[in-house]
Structure formats: C-alpha cells, structure tokens
C-alpha cells in the first residue's frame, strides 16, 4: 500500500512540474502510462519484484523514464492566438497597401482583431543595425489570427516563469491548451489592431498607439495587460506592435553611422517605432481608424519612448495626443532608458571586443541566439542626431515637442520591484541614494526620508519589510519614475497646454500598486485574472478606462459621470489619486523633488 502511495505522489508531484514546465499533453500521458505500469507491475511480478536488487532496478527505470519524458515533451514554440476562442470567426476582408487580409472576432463578436501584420521588412541578415525598410506587398489574402513572434530577447525557463506568476501576479492557472512557449523571432517586425465590430460606414475613431515596456530589453505585443479589446468596444480603434530590442534594437557604432544614409545609429528600436507609427497613419482609415487623432501612449521604457516619438523630428503632425505612464526622459540628467552618443558607441566597442569581431558587418554574421548572449548593455536610447536630434529637454525648452495634449502618471510603489537585490541598513542608506544622486543630496534627501521613517500612511508609503529598505524604496520610486512626470507635466503646463497626471494606488491581490500595476486597468484587462480583483477594482477600471478613451477622443479625460479631474497649471501641481475614492489630491513626493531639482542643476 505504501508502495503504490509512493507511486501516486510521485507522479501527481511530475504532473504539477509538467504543468508549470507547460510541457505538451503527451507528456501527462506518458506519466499517467508509466505509474500505472509500476503498480501493475508490483503484482505480475510478485515474489520476484521484492528482491532488494529488481526494486531498485524498478525505481531507476521509473525516475529516468520520467527524465526522458520532461525533455521529450517540453513546450515547442508557437505563435499566440490573436484571441482567446477556439476556431474564431474570420473578419471580412480588409484592403491596405501591402495586400488584402482577415482579422477574427473575439468571444462575442464585439471586436475584430487583426494580429501580425508586418509594418516592415524582417530586420535579418544585411538588414540588422538597419534602419527598417518598408514592408513587402502579398498575393492572396492573408489571415492575420496570430501575434506575430516576439522579438530577440532574454528569458527564463518556463518553470521560473510560471512560479513568478504564482508568487508574484498570483494569476497563474490550470488550463489545456497554453502547452507551448511564445515564438521569439529577429523577425519581429508585426503589429496588431484592435477595432470594434461595427466601424463599417462609420464615423472614422480615434487611434491609441501603444508601445510596450520591459527596459527596451523585454517585453511583447502578446501580453495580455494591454490588449486592446475592451478600449475597442468603447469607441477606439488600438494599436500595439513588437519593436527591436536590446543589442538589437539600441547598439551603436561608428561604421553603422558612416554607412547609413541617414547618418544614424543606437536607435533601431525607436525607428521601428516610427515606422509603425508611419504605417499606421498611413494604413489605419482601412481598419475605421482617423489618421488625424491618433493618441501615441506607453508604459515604462513604452512612456520613455512615448517622450521620445514627443521630440523626434521624423514624427512631427503623425499624431495629437500623448499618454505616459511610469517614466520619461525630459529631465536633464534621464536616470535612465537614454544615454550619451559617446556612452553607446563604448558599448559598442564592447560588444566586437566581446565576439572578436572588427566590424558591425561581422556581427551580422553571428546568429541572433549567440548575439543575444552579450554581456553588454543596451537598454537606452540615444542622440543619434536623426531620431533624436538633441537632448529631449532641450527640445521640450524650444517648444518644438509634439503633444498637443498629456495624459500621464505613476504609481505608488513604483521602484520596489526594482529594489528586491538592495539590502538597505541605517549604516548603508545614505550611500545608497548617493549612488544615484551623490552624496551631498544623498544627505538631503534622508533628512526629507530618514532610515528610520515610522511606516507612513498611502499618501508617502514606506515598505514594511523594513524601515530603511521601505525608506530607500520611497526615494527610488520619485528618482527612476514619479519625478520625470512632475517635470514633465509642469514644462508642458508651463507650454500652456492641458496636462492631467494620475497617482494610482488602488491595492489589490495581484500586482497592487507597484510598477505596472495600473496596466489591466487602464487597458481594461482585469477580466484576464478571474478572483483577483473584486467590484472595487472593475469599478475603478471602468473610470480609468473612460478617462483613457476620452482623452483619445478631445484632448481632456473628463466626461459626464466620471469624477473630476483637474489639470496642472503653472500654479498648481494636483494629481488625481486612482483608488477606490477617487480625488485630487499633493504630489507625495514634491519634496524630495526639490532636491532633485537641484542635482538636475548643478
């Protein structure tokens, strides 16, 4: 009985592993085989099997059978469906530039959703560490169901990543069908569009452009946080696409500058960018979508690119509107997502060091997995003197930035998740913000938050695993984030044009209110993570989004119903706290911006 108890909790246990693994079912059905075999097997071979030696022979056959079977069934890649239905209904077919093609329609046929078109050429071969060049034409109809692969990037096993969701989002799920890892790809360059069922014979809609986050490093237009469905049915035709990163989208050198003809370097990843963003004013009008109002937005390294397609001189009158969440580079000193030209070329220089090549050329010879492998850094933009012809703040000081209108904001804990390897004492906290800022504004700044701050209330959160580590947190999260917005809303104010900024702190069982916590939100996506946010959370997921789709629409988030929400002026620094009262209310952090303005300064 003991035995076949054994046999059981073995099996249940490699089950679960394949499972979080996403291993295919044929996997599970090998397993579920196996154990009943070593049951079975206990009684056909009866006084046999109990000799010591036949036992153990049994256990090691049961253990590498189970080995073989892990790997033998691991998750192949696949592209992700462009929803979440079984067979889904085709869309009508649809006429752009390139070529006719078909979306599908989500659960309820509210939506039509067209996943994987190409906005240009595969960036492969000759053409990496090339601007990107427009998209080929195609025969036929193409069927656009699918997302289009994830670009090159880093990433864990799934196991790992499975195991964050349980520990981390709390969303992870039992489910048939997710047998399979996302397709990643040098040929990345796809975007999706998100319009609702009924724009035929319509008014044209307003535009949302969507670039994702993940430090210009990570991230994918899959991801589920900023779908577009639920923005669709409300009015708005939304866009996202997948860009080049990291060595791919941001390494820089000197012979790629020569032999471009537009004398650039260090910014793939933003040209991708603005190819999409060119694409879509060109191509959009097909999908019910005004290439006249188009609202461009984004979150972290997304927001830091949004500032910067608000300062490039390639999209000048390509959109209206501007939606920035969790970061920017407007400030004098970007504490990060941007560095110098001379800083980038170095880099460059390490990464032939690092593959003993001579030339940019060489490196194109290197396969993407192998390159993707680089010990380098490239997670910043830069002035490359075509995509960004200057340091954004001067531009922003010229008033030759775009934005018409700005949407934009942060979260309460924005910096913790960051922060996690830091260990924060009273002995060491001051050197550890001198390590951003130096050490005599270190010194200020712990005078504003001291090591040793008693835990403070939603208004000036210090985390509670301990005070100096909840203290170090606080400053980080105005550093890296809430302090390019205050910038950033106070130059455009200061511009004379309307400026909203949010402070969201809604807490809730998943990502609460930490970075990109405020994304299902906004995006209206809660409905993704069943039992993870109550009647609170939708309700103030409904405003958020209203207000989103507003602003789209005129510029102004506020609308009949929806609490007010009152712009920054010169004067007056207000933000608008998202929680479960909503109201304007003080900048939690203004003073320690004071400090930092003086860094900025000096």
Same mark, same amino acid.
């Given at each position: 009985?003991?035995?076949?108890? =054994?046999?059981?909790?073995?099996?249940?246990?490699?089950? &679960?592993?394949?499972?979080?693994?996403?291993?295919?079912?044929?996997?599970?059905? $090998?397993? =579920?085989?196996?154990?009943?075999?070593?049951?079975?097997?206990?009684?056909?071979?009866?006084?046999?099997?109990?000799?010591?030696?036949?036992?153990?022979?049994?256990?090691?056959?049961?253990?590498?059978?189970?080995?073989?079977?892990?790997?033998? /069934?691991?998750?192949?890649?696949?592209?992700?469906?462009?929803?979440?239905?079984?067979?889904?209904?085709?869309?009508?077919?649809?006429? $752009?530039?390139?070529?006719?093609?078909?979306?599908?329609?989500?659960?309820?046929?509210?939506?039509?959703?067209?996943?994987?078109?190409?906005?240009?050429?595969?960036?492969?071969?000759?053409?990496?560490?090339?601007?990107?060049?427009?998209?080929?034409?195609?025969? *036929?109809?193409?069927?656009?169901?699918?997302? *289009?692969?994830?670009?090159?990037?880093?990433? *864990?096993?799934?196991?790992?990543?499975?195991?964050?969701?349980?520990?981390?989002?709390?969303?992870?799920?039992?489910?048939?069908?997710? !047998?399979? $890892?996302?397709?990643?790809?040098?040929?990345?360059?796809?975007?999706?569009?998100?319009?609702?069922?009924? /724009?035929? @014979?319509?008014?044209?809609?307003?535009?949302?452009?969507?670039?994702?986050?993940?430090?210009?490093? /990570?991230?994918?237009?899959?991801?589920?946080?900023?779908?577009?469905?639920?923005?669709?049915?409300? *009015?708005?035709?939304?866009?996202?696409?997948?860009?080049?990163?990291?060595?791919?989208?941001?390494?820089?050198?000197?012979?790629?500058?020569?032999?471009?003809?537009?004398?650039?370097?260090?910014?793939?990843?933003?040209?991708?960018?603005?190819?999409?963003?060119?694409?879509?004013?060109?191509?959009?009008?097909?999908?019910?979508?005004?290439?006249?109002?188009?609202?461009?937005?984004?979150?972290? &390294?997304?927001?830091?690119?949004?500032?910067?397609?608000?300062?490039?001189?390639?999209?000048?009158?390509?959109?209206?509107?501007?939606?920035?969440?969790?970061?920017?580079?407007?400030?004098?000193?970007?504490?990060?997502?941007?560095?110098?030209?001379?800083?980038?070329?170095?880099?460059?220089?390490?990464?032939?060091?690092?593959?003993?090549?001579?030339?940019?050329?060489?490196?194109?010879?290197?396969?993407?997995?192998?390159?993707?492998?680089?010990?380098?850094?490239?997670?910043?933009?830069?002035?490359?003197?075509? #995509?960004?012809?200057?340091?954004?703040?001067?531009?922003?000081?010229?008033?030759?930035?775009?934005?018409?209108?700005?949407?934009?904001?942060?979260?309460?804990?924005?910096?913790?998740?960051?922060?996690?390897?830091?260990?924060?004492?009273?002995?060491?906290?001051?050197?550890?913000?001198?390590?951003?800022?130096?050490?005599?504004?270190?010194?200020?700044?712990? #005078?504003?938050?001291?090591?040793?701050?008693? !835990?403070?209330?939603?208004?000036?959160?210090?985390?509670?695993?301990?005070?100096?580590?909840?203290?170090?947190?606080?400053?980080?999260?105005?550093?890296?984030?809430?302090?390019?917005?205050?910038?950033?809303?106070?130059?455009?104010?200061?511009?004379?044009?309307?400026?909203?900024?949010?402070?969201?702190?809604?807490?809730?069982?998943?990502?609460?209110?930490?970075?990109?916590?405020?994304?299902?939100?906004?995006?209206?996506?809660?409905?993704?993570?069943?039992?993870?946010?109550?009647?609170?959370?939708?309700?103030?997921?409904?405003?958020?989004?209203?207000?989103?789709?507003?602003?789209?629409?005129?510029?102004?988030?506020?609308?009949?119903?929806?609490?007010?929400?009152?712009?920054?002026?010169?004067?007056?620094?207000?933000?608008?706290?998202?929680?479960?009262?909503?109201?304007? /209310?003080?900048?939690? @952090?203004?003073?320690?911006?004071? $400090?930092?303005?003086?860094?900025?300064?000096?």
């Amino acid at each position: 009985m003991a035995y076949n108890i =054994v046999v059981v909790v073995l099996t249940l246990i490699f089950l &679960a592993l394949l499972d979080l693994s996403k291993n295919t079912l044929a996997g599970w059905i $090998i397993a =579920v085989i196996l154990a009943g075999a070593m049951i079975f097997g206990k009684y056909r071979l009866s006084g046999v099997y109990h000799s010591k030696r036949y036992l153990l022979i049994m256990w090691v056959l049961f253990i590498a059978v189970l080995a073989i079977d892990y790997k033998m /069934t691991a998750p192949k890649e696949q592209l992700v469906p462009a929803v979440d239905v079984r067979n889904p209904e085709k869309t009508a077919v649809v006429s $752009i530039s390139q070529g006719d093609l078909t979306g599908v329609y989500n659960k309820d046929k509210t939506v039509k959703v067209y996943a994987g078109i190409p906005y240009a050429k595969a960036p492969v071969g000759d053409l990496r560490f090339k601007e990107p060049q427009a998209p080929d034409a195609w025969s *036929g109809v193409r069927s656009c169901d699918h997302f *289009g692969p994830m670009a090159m990037q880093a990433r *864990g096993s799934v196991l790992y990543d499975s195991l964050s969701h349980i520990l981390g989002w709390h969303d992870y799920r039992v489910k048939f069908g997710d !047998e399979y $890892i996302e397709k990643m790809s040098e040929d990345c360059l796809y975007l999706n569009v998100f319009a609702p069922e009924n /724009t035929e @014979n319509e008014e044209l809609l307003p535009v949302i452009f969507y670039v994702h986050g993940g430090s210009l490093s /990570t991230g994918q237009s899959s991801y589920s946080e900023y779908r577009g469905e639920d923005l669709a049915k409300k *009015g708005v035709v939304f866009v996202n696409f997948a860009y080049r990163l990291n060595v791919f989208g941001y390494y820089a050198a000197d012979d790629l500058a020569k032999e471009s003809p537009s004398g650039t370097t260090g910014n793939y990843g933003l040209l991708d960018q603005i190819a999409a963003l060119k694409w879509v004013r060109e191509n959009i009008k097909a999908f019910g979508g005004d290439p006249e109002r188009i609202t461009i937005a984004g979150e972290s &390294a997304g927001s830091s690119s949004v500032n910067a397609l608000c300062v490039s001189p390639l999209t000048e009158g390509d959109f209206n509107y501007a939606i920035a969440e969790s970061s920017g580079i407007l400030v004098k000193k970007p504490f990060h997502t941007f560095r110098s030209y001379e800083k980038a070329i170095a880099e460059g220089d390490k990464v032939r060091a690092e593959f003993n090549v001579s030339s940019s050329a060489e490196l194109r010879d290197i396969p993407a997995e192998k390159l993707l492998s680089t010990q380098t850094q490239h997670s910043s933009m830069t002035v490359d003197g075509y #995509a960004i012809k200057e340091m954004p703040y001067l531009t922003y000081e010229k008033g030759e930035n775009h934005e018409k209108a700005l949407l934009n904001g942060f979260n309460a804990k924005e910096a913790d998740p960051f922060m996690m390897g830091y260990k924060a004492t009273s002995e060491n906290y001051e050197q550890l913000i001198a390590n951003a800022v130096g050490e005599k504004y270190a010194k200020e700044i712990a #005078a504003i938050v001291p090591a040793d701050s008693p !835990e403070r209330d939603q208004h000036f959160i210090v985390d509670q695993m301990g005070s100096a580590k909840g203290a170090l947190n606080t400053v980080y999260s105005a550093l890296w984030f809430s302090y390019s917005h205050y910038v950033w809303s106070k130059t455009i104010a200061n511009q004379g044009k309307p400026v909203y900024e949010y402070y969201f702190t809604k807490t809730n069982n998943s990502l609460s209110n930490y970075h990109a916590g405020e994304l299902p939100y906004a995006y209206g996506n809660l409905w993704r993570h069943p039992g993870l946010y109550d009647d609170e959370d939708y309700a103030l997921s409904e405003i958020m989004q209203n207000y989103y789709v507003n602003f789209a629409k005129t510029g102004n988030p506020n609308g009949s119903g929806l609490p007010a929400w009152d712009p920054v002026t010169a004067a007056e620094n207000k933000v608008l706290q998202l929680d479960t009262k909503i109201e304007m /209310t003080d900048d939690p @952090n203004m003073e320690i911006y004071k $400090i930092i303005d003086k860094y900025q300064e000096e």
